[in-house]
C-alpha cells in the first residue's frame, strides 16, 4: 500500500524510498515485530480467558508434558495478523504472487483455527477429523497451484525445475497442479507435525522462510538470475515483503512461545506457516530446493510415516515415539537441548539451500 506514495516522489527524495524492495521489506520486518510485541499480552490474557484449560494435552504423549496443562493455544493469530498487516502496508498490492501467497496463508488459518477452536471447546485432542482437513487443504493448493501457473513465464509455466542442474526443465503439463498440491500440503502438515515444543516450529520457519524470501527476491531480478545462472520469474521479488513480516512476526511470536511457552501458535500457526513456504516454493519455482531448506520439517514428516507403516506390518516401533522430536524427549534429551539443536540443524539446511543458487 505505501508503495502508492512512489507517485509523490519526482524520482528523488524521501518518498523514492518506496520503490526499493529491500527498504520496504525493512519496515515490513519492524511493522510486524512492533505488532508481535504490542498485540501479544492482551491477546494472550484474552485467549487464556475464553479457553479456561488451554490446549488439551495428548494423553498418550511425553510425561514432561502434562506441566504445559492450561497453556492457551491459537497463539498463532498473532503471527497471522502481523503478516497480513504488514504484507498489505508494505507490499505492492497488485502483484500477482504476493495475493497468491496471502491467499494460501489465509486459507490454511482458517482450517487450523476451526480445528483448535473444536479441541478447546470440546478439550479434545482429535480436533477437526484429518479427512476434512486435508481435503480443504488440497482445494485451496489446487487453487493457489493453478494461479501461480498462469502468472508464471510461458517458458516456465507448468514445469518443474531443478536446483543444481538448472539448464533442465521437466514439462509437467497439468500434472504440475497436483505436484505442487502436494507440495503445499506437505509443507503445511510438515510444520504441523513439528510444532510440538516450546519454540521448536517457530524458528525454522523464520529461517526457511527468510531464505526463501532472498531466493525469491534473487528470482525476480533478471541481473541476478543471469549471474547466479536460475530461471527469471517476474514480481516474485515482492515476496520478500511477505518473508520480512513472516520473520517479523515469527520474532514477536517466539518472545512469547520461548520455554516456557506463555502460548502455543496451535494449528493456526503452524498451518498457515507451513502453507506459506510450500506457497512460496511454488511460486518461485523452487519447490524441490523447499525440500532442503525445510529439511527439517521432512526428516519429522518422514519419522511419522515410517514410525505408522514400520508398526502397522510388524507390530514395532523405529522411534520410541513420533514424531522425531518426542523420540529425543524420552531418551532423556532436555527440551530447551533438542529446540536449540532442531535450530541448529535448520539453519545448515537453509545455508545448503542457499547454496544451490550458485552451483552449477
Do not use: C
Not at 202 to 231: K, Q, S
Not at 238 to 246: D, N, Q, T
Not at 275 to 283: K, Q, S, T
Amino acid at each position: 500500500m505505501l508503495y502508492w506514495l512512489t507517485e509523490l516522489s519526482d524520482g528523488g527524495g524521501a518518498f523514492n524510498l518506496f520503490r526499493y524492495i529491500t527498504f520496504r521489506a525493512g519496515g515490513a520486518f519492524l511493522t510486524a515485530l512492533l505488532f508481535g510485541f504490542l498485540f501479544g499480552p492482551p491477546l494472550i490474557n484474552v485467549l487464556r480467558l475464553r479457553q479456561g484449560k488451554g490446549q488439551p494435552i495428548r494423553t498418550d504423549g511425553p510425561e514432561t508434558h502434562f506441566t504445559k496443562a492450561g497453556t492457551p493455544t491459537m497463539g498463532g493469530l498473532l503471527i497471522v495478523g502481523a503478516l497480513l498487516s504488514s504484507t498489505i502496508l508494505w507490499a505492492r498490492l497488485d502483484n500477482p504472487f504476493v495475493w497468491m501467497v496471502l491467499f494460501v496463508t489465509m486459507a490454511y488459518a482458517a482450517i487450523g483455527f476451526a480445528d483448535d477452536y473444536a479441541k478447546v471447546s470440546k478439550q479434545n485432542a482429535a480436533g477437526l477429523s484429518s479427512k476434512m482437513r486435508l481435503l480443504l487443504g488440497f482445494v485451496i493448493a489446487a487453487i493457489a497451484s493453478t494461479w501461480a501457473a498462469f502468472y508464471h513465464p510461458p517458458d516456465l509455466s507448468w514445469n518443474l525445475a531443478l536446483p543444481v542442474f538448472k539448464n533442465t526443465l521437466i514439462h509437467l503439463g497439468w500434472f504440475f497442479v497436483p505436484f505442487a498440491m502436494i507440495v503445499i500440503v506437505g509443507a503445511a502438515n510438515a510444520v504441523n507435525l513439528t510444532d510440538g515444543l516450546d519454540g521448536l516450529a517457530i524458528m525454522p520457519v523464520m529461517i526457511a522462510g527468510g531464505t526463501l524470501g532472498i531466493i525469491a527476491y534473487a528470482v525476480g531480478r533478471v541481473d541476478f538470475t543471469e549471474y547466479l545462472d536460475v530461471h527469471y520469474v517476474p514480481g516474485t521479488g515482492e515476496i520478500l515483503i511477505f518473508s520480512a513480516a513472516l520473520f517479523g512476526g515469527g520474532l514477536g511470536f517466539l518472545w512469547y512461545n520461548a520455554p516456557p511457552a506463555a502460548v502455543f501458535m496451535g494449528d493456526t500457526g503452524s498451518l498457515a506457516l507451513g502453507g506459506a513456504l510450500g506457497a512460496i516454493a511454488v511460486a518461485t519455482k523452487h519447490e524441490i530446493v523447499l525440500a532442503i531448506v525445510g529439511g527439517l520439517f521432512v526428516v519429522e514428516a518422514l519419522s511419522v510415516i515410517i514410525q505408522v507403516l514400520y508398526f502397522k506390518r510388524t507390530g514395532k516401533r523405529v522411534f520410541l515415539m513420533a514424531p522425531i522430536h518426542h523420540h529425543y524427549e524420552k531418551k532423556g534429551w532436555a527440551e530447551p537441548q533438542i529446540v536449540i539443536r532442531f535450530w541448529i540443524i535448520a539453519l545448515i539446511l537453509a545455508l545448503i539451500g542457499l547454496a544451490t543458487l550458485k552451483v552449477r
